[in-house]
């Protein structure tokens, strides 16, 4: 069984670039989320993906966005980069029909640092 | 809105011996799920333990346990015969299962353990 794995594990972008991570879902799973979890700070849902729409969304602001492949795979876009997007992007996939849907599992993340 | 409060930011415990991480909830709901997570310096976030609040039983999964008290809104975590792979960050969690919504996970800001040799 393949977990979740995420793309890249670091990147460093400037203020007012975009930057794009990815995200496999582990095998079997068809919903993704995305959480960001800032320095000292427990993660914060971003957005759910299922069947390739999202399902549910967080407080942030329309700059971060998101796409679900048919291989429930999953992106997650940010537009207009600023310094408080610096920190750990968390993705977790989950089975949603399955006997324990509730249970989320974790990739280790991709650490976003921005100038 | 639903609230998820760690009040220990840093904990210890030696080595073999038992300690509990507190924590409090807040919400109207009747129906959700507490977790436990751990998060290891590799980052990633590792289920503990999962408890289903229609549940009166306490869950338990080897050495780790939960105490559950719905109406305090209350779920510590203890863990037993600490080992030094214990070490991590441990962050309490709320869901509220909403299948047409997503599930959506509300975390609270963490317990750093560290077990001391």
């Known amino acids: 069984e393949t977990g979740v794995t995420q793309s890249p594990t670091h990147l460093i972008k400037t203020r007012g670039q975009q930057v794009t991570l990815r995200c496999s879902s582990q095998s079997g799973h068809n919903t993704v989320s995305w959480y960001q979890q800032a320095l000292g700070q427990g993660p914060q849902f971003i957005f759910q993906?299922?069947?390739?729409?999202?399902?549910g969304r967080g407080n942030f602001p329309p700059r971060f966005s998101g796409l679900q492949f048919p291989n429930y795979s999953s992106e997650l876009n940010v537009n207009a980069l600023e310094l408080d997007d610096s920190a750990l992007y968390l993705c977790?996939?989950?089975?949603?029909?399955?006997?324990?849907?509730?249970?989320?599992?974790f990739g280790s993340g991709t650490q976003l640092s921005v100038l | 809105a639903q609230t998820v409060t760690q009040s220990q930011p840093e904990m210890s415990v030696q080595e073999a011996e038992t300690v509990t991480l507190s924590c409090t909830y807040d919400?109207?709901?009747?129906?959700?799920?507490l977790f436990w997570y751990k998060q290891p310096p590799s980052r990633q976030m590792i289920l503990v333990i999962r408890q289903e609040a229609y549940k009166q039983q306490n869950a338990t999964e080897n050495r780790f346990s939960v105490n559950f008290q719905k109406a305090a809104k209350s779920f510590s975590l203890k863990i037993s015969d600490s080992q030094l792979g214990d070490t991590a960050m441990y962050f309490c969690?709320?869901?509220?299962?909403?299948?047409?919504?997503?599930?959506?996970?509300?975390f609270g800001t963490g317990t750093s353990l560290t077990v001391i040799p």
């Open positions: 969690a709320f869901m509220k299962p909403f299948r047409s919504t997503g599930n959506q996970f509300y």
């Open positions: 977790a996939s989950s089975n949603t029909t399955g006997s324990e849907a509730e249970k989320l599992f």
């Open positions: 919400t109207s709901e009747n129906n959700y799920y």
């Open positions: 993906y299922y069947r390739e729409e999202e399902n």
